[in-house]
């Protein structure tokens, strides 16, 4: 029986021997391509690939061509080059008089830095960049306020000055901050006429070291933008004891947006406790039309100290039971009940009130 299988197994592998062979007239290797031992057949054109000093030829010959998409074409390219002769060739073109042109090379720029090597070049580059902030195209503008974590350690780098004092060298120490050029573009771009580079200045300009005058945060926190507006009051944690600041915190009680009254009510309790004119506001919140507002500026008003009335109790109670869901703002009101303390008898079963699941 075992004899019979290896002869059967023979013979149905020459029979696929002699069908390959008969495919392999039919059809007879292309030109070029190499013979059965691998090598090349003669007289067929040799196919290389390109170094990398060649495509960086080529590119930057495609930068200075006049037709805008062999420049756009190029600067994409380069993208995938990290290195410093691919980033000079893109910090070049930053200034191209087309926008989809300065946006390739942004995007590009980008992606060189997420590889991790563009850390070995020089702060003039990172400054270049930054430069773009005042650039007349938005995606421009956006583009590099998105990226200003990833420069600020280079823009404010502090650096030692050497001097020579009674003919001993003595290194000082300069601290880092902006260039005033550049500084003057930070802060422009803080009423920048595009919401997302404004909420995106608002968020980093701590780590640029520019501080914000109170009355651009008075502008920014009646913004049109609701991001711009919930920015603006997290940022008003550091600005708080100036007035332009407390009559804009006033006038948010009354905001259509449920949400930014929420976070007024949040920033306002980490006020209340250096100034007490944001208890004014918390106790003003406690008669929000909103439950979820009301019922957290009542904590908050019990985080610092202040004494819950009955009435109050009430509508947490009530804000709790209606709940259809534990979680989202019922989880967390529940979750900071014992802030109340035990000096309000009239509740004393919290967890009672809370809706079961079926």
Request: charged share 20%; hydrophobic share 40%.
């Amino acid at each position: 029986m075992g004899k019979n299988l290896f002869l059967f197994c023979g013979l149905v592998a020459l029979g696929f021997s002699a069908v390959a062979q008969e495919q392999s007239n039919q059809f007879p290797l292309p030109v070029g391509a190499g013979g059965p031992s691998g090598a090349p057949i003669a007289g067929a054109p040799v196919l290389t690939r390109s170094s990398t000093s060649s495509t960086m030829e080529d590119a930057a010959r495609d930068l200075q061509s006049p037709a805008e998409s062999e420049r756009v074409g190029a600067a994409k390219l380069l993208g995938k080059y990290p290195g410093a002769q691919a980033t000079h060739l893109l910090i070049g073109v930053l200034d191209d008089p087309s926008e989809l042109v300065r946006r390739a090379a942004i995007v590009s720029l980008v992606e060189h830095i997420n590889t991790g090597s563009f850390y070995s070049i020089g702060q003039p580059i990172y400054e270049k960049i930054f430069s773009k902030i005042g650039d007349v195209d938005v995606e421009v503008r956006r583009a590099v306020t998105a990226l200003i974590p990833r420069l600020a350690f280079r823009l404010v780098q502090s650096f030692s000055q050497q001097t020579v004092i009674n003919g001993r060298v003595v290194y000082r120490n300069t601290p880092g901050g902006l260039r005033s050029d550049l500084e003057a573009l930070a802060r422009k771009a803080l009423e920048d006429p595009d919401a997302v580079v404004r909420q995106n200045m608002l968020k980093h300009h701590t780590i640029l070291r520019i501080q914000i005058l109170p009355n651009v945060l008075a502008r920014l926190l009646d913004d049109n933008d609701k991001g711009v507006v919930l920015e603006a009051i997290d940022q008003a944690r550091r600005y708080g004891s100036h007035s332009e600041i407390q009559q804009k915190f006033s006038a948010l009680t009354k905001h259509p947006d449920a949400g930014v009254r929420s976070k007024l009510s949040r920033v306002s309790q980490m006020l209340s406790r250096s100034d007490s004119f944001y208890r004014s506001i918390l106790r003003t919140l406690t008669d929000d039309p909103a439950d979820e507002v009301a019922t957290l500026a009542i904590i908050d008003l019990a985080r610092v100290g202040e004494k819950v009335s009955p009435p109050m109790l009430l509508r947490i109670e009530e804000f709790l039971s209606q709940s259809k869901g534990f979680y989202g703002n019922a989880e967390n009101l529940f979750f900071s009940l014992p802030v109340l303390g035990p000096r309000h008898r009239g509740y004393t079963k919290p967890c009672s009130i809370i809706p079961v699941r079926g």
